[in-house]
């Protein structure tokens, strides 16, 4: 699937108020500056994903309904004036903060029983990036991920030393067991009762009828504000069962998430290992700088991750032009798009 938007001027006729979010804690001011509206020339355009995997028919709803929210949150702000990566925070934030997901509450359980979650924010304007990973008293690790964007020297906090970054500069920290709810609690005790007879993990490789789909996966969101400017994010709650301590893609720069006014922003959802090794969304990002529609590069960067590693997932890719592109190889994959012409959601199968 690829959708071509074009690029149009835009004045907002909502000038000389101010709006704020509950998401990303923004206060919007349009106060008439003539510099900023003649910035203003760029079609905004927001895309989202929910996961990609084999996703049964029962849970299609709650996804589609969960990507409308998120969608509508973000997309509010980029028509405020907001910038990218505002929009792309708020609406990670929402799916964070739906348990249909796995991110935030709700999200996968380690083979302790504990939530570790991990996220990661780029803007493509200037590429400050903030990441966090294995967090456990974070309700919003795309929230901390910000922090770090906005008021650290450094790119990347982890662990305990993440949590104390987002304690000193005003986010609340949790008991991780308000993260845990009773549905990923019964299935991580399915998962290791299932490891434990031998029986493959086939979450994003296996087909709808496989049996095995009691499962769900990272969100991400790329945006195009009205200024021209591109951001990224993912955040995920990781792979049921995992180890304690594990990282995958979802928060490292160049594999789960990139974004670059000069090329493109990516976000990616599926089994983080292949996709680390591969440095897949750089990967991706790199097809549209060598001339390659968004369409082209998302779909290429999947087959690549199956014909080299065998690797499952999904891929959302934004040009700085406005054309999008969004490809998968599991049997579904939850993802939204908004522009001016209007929304798009599904959940489809390639």
């Given at each position: 699937m690829g959708a071509l938007v074009g690029i149009i001027p835009i004045v907002d006729a909502s000038y000389g108020k101010s709006a704020s979010c509950g998401y990303c804690?923004?206060?919007?001011?349009?106060?008439?500056?003539?510099?900023?509206?003649?910035a203003m020339h760029t079609q905004p355009v927001l895309l989202i994903h929910g996961g990609a995997w084999a996703?049964?028919?029962?849970?299609?709803?709650?996804h589609e309904n969960g990507i409308a929210?998120?969608?509508?949150?973000?997309?509010?702000?980029?028509?405020?004036?907001?910038?990218?990566?505002?929009?792309?925070?708020?609406?990670?934030?929402v799916m964070e903060d739906d348990e249909t997901f796995d991110a935030g509450r709700g999200s996968f359980l380690t083979q302790d029983g504990r939530v570790q979650m991990d996220a990661l924010l780029m803007n493509g304007e200037n590429l400050r990036t903030g990441g966090v990973a294995c967090v456990e008293r974070l309700r919003n690790p795309i929230h901390a991920a910000r922090l770090v964007l906005d008021k650290s020297p450094h790119v990347y906090f982890v662990g305990t030393g993440?949590?104390?970054?987002?304690?000193?500069?005003?986010?609340?920290?949790?008991?991780?067991?308000?993260?845990?709810?009773?549905?990923?609690?019964?299935?991580?005790?399915k998962a290791q009762a299932d490891e434990l007879?031998?029986?493959?993990?086939?979450?994003?490789?296996g087909s709808l009828d496989s049996g095995n789909l009691d499962s769900h996966d990272t969100v991400g969101a790329v945006a195009l504000d009205r200024r021209g400017n591109l951001a990224a994010g993912t955040s995920t709650g990781g792979t049921l069962n995992k180890a304690p301590g594990r990282v995958g893609d979802s928060s490292l720069i160049g594999c789960g998430c990139y974004a670059d006014n000069l090329t493109a922003a990516v976000s990616l959802t599926g089994w983080g290992?292949?996709?680390?090794?591969?440095?897949?969304?750089?990967?991706?990002?790199?097809r549209v700088a060598a001339g390659?529609?968004?369409?082209?590069?998302?779909?290429?960067?999947?087959?690549?991750?199956?014909?080299?590693l065998g690797g499952h997932g999904g891929i959302?890719?934004?040009?700085?032009?406005?054309?999008?592109?969004?490809?998968?190889?599991?049997?579904?994959?939850?993802?939204?798009?908004?522009?001016?012409?209007g929304v798009q959601i599904g959940v489809i199968r390639d």
């Open positions: 804690h923004l206060t919007i001011d349009r106060s008439p500056c003539r510099k900023l509206v003649d996703m049964p028919d029962d849970a299609v709803a709650a929210n998120a969608l509508a949150v973000g997309y509010t702000l980029l028509e405020q004036g907001a910038s990218a990566v505002d929009a792309v925070e708020a609406a990670v934030a993440a949590e104390r970054f987002a304690r000193q500069h005003g986010m609340a920290l949790c008991d991780n067991m308000e993260l845990v709810i009773p549905r990923e609690q019964e299935r991580l005790y007879a031998g029986l493959p993990d086939e979450t994003f490789s290992e292949p996709i680390m090794k591969l440095v897949l969304g750089k990967w991706a990002v790199d390659a529609s968004p369409d082209k590069a998302a779909h290429e960067a999947i087959e690549y991750l199956f014909d080299r959302i890719l934004l040009g700085p032009d406005g054309r999008a592109g969004l490809a998968h190889n599991t049997p579904r994959m939850a993802w939204g798009l908004r522009t001016t012409a």
